[in-house]
């Protein structure tokens, strides 16, 4: 099947790299999109973001060739949460999963995910790496798998490494395996999480990469690295001990609704400096593994002669609190965990910009259908960014939401301000970003804004209503 163009407006607004054909001539080549998703990356640790500790020079040279979204979000701030929205372009909100953790995010029938889209546009769609929304890739419009990494499998075994080298107990990723394309488990790849998991997982990515072809390509690349760190990757040696972030806390303030989470466990309140420290040295080097692999993947497409007609997205999940604020998790609404850092490279997109718009990630199903001249489904809640790429908005989203189970909700303005609700607690936090980019200072219970706290929260309210949010207050605040 040949894929669905609409070749004269996608190849126009690719001019740079490619002509309209005069009438007779070869279509236009469609692109190829490759995806690739870290697990747990701050948005502010890669060099092009400013970060000092973390060695990412092909991260750096790939947002230098194209375009960074400095106000990325993830929406609700946990893996498989935020992956559902990814494929989906829909909000979560409403549907059974977030509301519980740990629960599969249910899809809309009615509506196509991303890959199946794709699919039948004539795209060949191949997943690689972790696997954590429901169902299967085969099931969700993947046509193949390579080097599917998911949980079960592992035959009673606890996981290949049980210590990390911090000297914290593993409890992410136990009893994950490597599956083949008819989902058996492939033990004798590691059991858990291991030190090789992310380069088995980027070599059988650069395979497809090399593989000839006679249509483009969706390949979406899920890598489990930094995450919350584990293991070293294979070479590393210890650095230098990094510096702690300006927003560290031994503990929280308060309860935030996740303290007696997996994540908070990993370092127990109250924390010490040193403990902390040890966390984001050992993060660090994970983040530099990731920008290996990405490496790896983007030399492979320049080896194959694809990498001009390939649009490359690089995103992670959520971010992660790292002693930020008394945290060590992503279940929170600070920046740190509720951004991610999103880079798009590739035929058509401006290089060396970096766009203050804020979006979700929900927003690359929407994106990604305009840069390919696709149809838009009807039910989607994500925008696409096209226009903030054209240059024709500056935004398209006045306002950013974020949520986590019942027990958090925020509202992020586009000019910076920015009110986090708890509703068990019926407390309120207000930070003016601009100012305070590492929020340290709520200004809930300043009488100088509270016209400000009370447009903010009313905001919030109305669209808890209009998406059906079980914890929306039963009357709208005035």
Known sequence: MKPARRVCWWAAWLGVAYAVPA?????????NV?????????????GFAGGREARTP??????????VFTRAACSYPICHVSRSELLSGQLALGRPGPGAPGGPVAFDPATPLLPTLLARAGWHTVHAGKWHVSGTPAQRGFRETAGIFSGGGGAGKPGSVERTPTGREVTGYRGW??????????PELGVGLTPETDRIITSRAAEVLRRPRDRPFFLQVNLTAPHDPLLEPPGSHRGPEPELPANFRPAPAFETGNTGGRDERIVPAPRTAAAVRAERELYFRLVAEVDRNVGELLAALSAAGLRERTLVLFTSDNGLALGSHGLMGKQNQYEHSFNVPLVLAGPGIPAGRRLAAQCYLRDLYPTLCDLLGLPL????????????????????????????TDTQRMIRTSDGW??????????TELFQLPEDPHELRDLAAEPAHAARLTDLRARLAAWQHDHRDAAAPAVAHP
């Open 377 to 404: 489904p009807a039910a989607l809640d994500g925008r696409s960014l096209a226009p903030v790429l054209r240059g024709e908005r500056t935004e398209v989203h006045e306002a950013v939401f974020g949520y986590f």
């Open 23 to 31: 009438t007779g001539a070869a279509p236009v080549p469609a692109p």
């Open 58 to 67: 092909h991260l750096d040279a790939l947002a230098r060739g194209g375009t």
């Open 418 to 427: 920015k009110l986090i609700w708890y509703p068990a607690l019926q407390r």
């Open 34 to 46: 490759l995806l690739i998703v870290a697990d747990d990356l701050r948005s502010d640790v890669p």
């Open 177 to 186: 395996t490597f599956k083949d394309e008819a989902g058996h488990a492939r």
